[in-house]
């Protein structure tokens, strides 16, 4: 029998919103040394293109008409590719740690011995505000920072938002573009104010990043115009406070508008 190869490594990786240069350097040189990559549907080509020749590259989410991977598939991959010794680089979109089932996988590998490291990156909500000029806390306007998803469960949203009433709250909804008008009803029945500004950005962080600003009662509105990227809502005194005019790196191109 061959000798069995040492166990490998598994390095779970924030990619950024998309381009390369929103990578961590840590990200940056795990890529570049990555021998097996999988990678999610959000992980811009530019940063695959980082990985050394010779590196597996495994596609693991929707992607060009293709189905995604079953979770419980994607971490038996990882588990085999670390058996078979090999470094292996997990990349999603944005913040692991943010909607980005982090948890179940590290807990998956370390269960199985496999040796686990977290790297961050840039998640949706700071390229966002970044890009378009808005903070997402505001000495004396809003205190808090709620990373929320509205992804719908048979047709309904699952949270609660009460959370959201609070006027000095800065919301930042993940997965909520199909959802909008639903997000928007919710925080006004917990007790948010209908006037309370509001925006979305789509493709934050691409120089053809779009934003669209209004108002919380008018939120669907707002993500009706989707030309098919992902989305990030803003909910806050915050969004008030957003421009397309200062952004410089990733400036916005034609594609960005505002509306009132
Ligand atoms: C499964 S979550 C992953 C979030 C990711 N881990 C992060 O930290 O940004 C996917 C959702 O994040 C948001 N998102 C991810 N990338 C984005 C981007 N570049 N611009 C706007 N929203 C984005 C969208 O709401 C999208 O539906």
């Known amino acids: 029998m061959p000798p069995e190869a040492p166990l490998g490594s598994v390095r779970l990786v924030g990619a950024g919103p998309g381009p390369a240069d929103l990578l961590t350097v840590r990200a ?30 495994i596609q693991t989410g929707k992607r060009a008409g293709r189905a995604s991977m079953e979770q419980a598939a994607i971490n038996r991959l990882m588990l085999r590719l670390a058996r078979r010794g090999l470094r292996v680089v997990r990349l999603k979109g944005g913040d692991p740690s943010v909607f980005g089932r982090v948890g179940e996988e590290s807990a998956f590998l370390k269960a199985h011995g496999v040796p686990v490291e977290v790297v961050p990156g840039v998640t949706a909500a700071c390229a966002a505000a970044a890009q378009f000029d808005f903070p ?21 949203l699952a949270m609660d938002w009460a959370a959201g009433a609070d006027p000095e709250t800065t919301l930042a909804i993940y997965m909520g573009s199909t959802a909008a008008g639903q997000v928007s009803q919710r925080l006004i029945a917990a007790g948010r104010a209908p006037s309370t500004p509001a925006l979305v950005v789509e493709n934050a962080g691409d120089p053809h990043a779009g934003l669209t600003t209004g108002r919380l009662d008018r939120l669907a509105e707002l993500t009706a115009g989707s030309r098919g990227g992902p989305m990030l809502i803003v909910v806050g005194e915050v969004a008030a406070l957003a421009s397309a005019a200062g952004a410089c790196e990733g400036a916005p191109a034609p594609g960005w508008r505002m509306s009132g």
């Open 28 to 57: 940056l040189r795990a890529v570049e040394t990555a021998q097996a990559l999988l990678y999610d549907a959000l992980v811009d080509d530019e940063v695959i293109g980082l990985a050394p020749p010779g590196c597996v590259r």
């Open 136 to 156: 997402l806390t505001h000495r004396g306007v809003a205190r808090r920072v709620v990373f929320a998803t509205a992804r719908l469960e048979a047709g309904a």
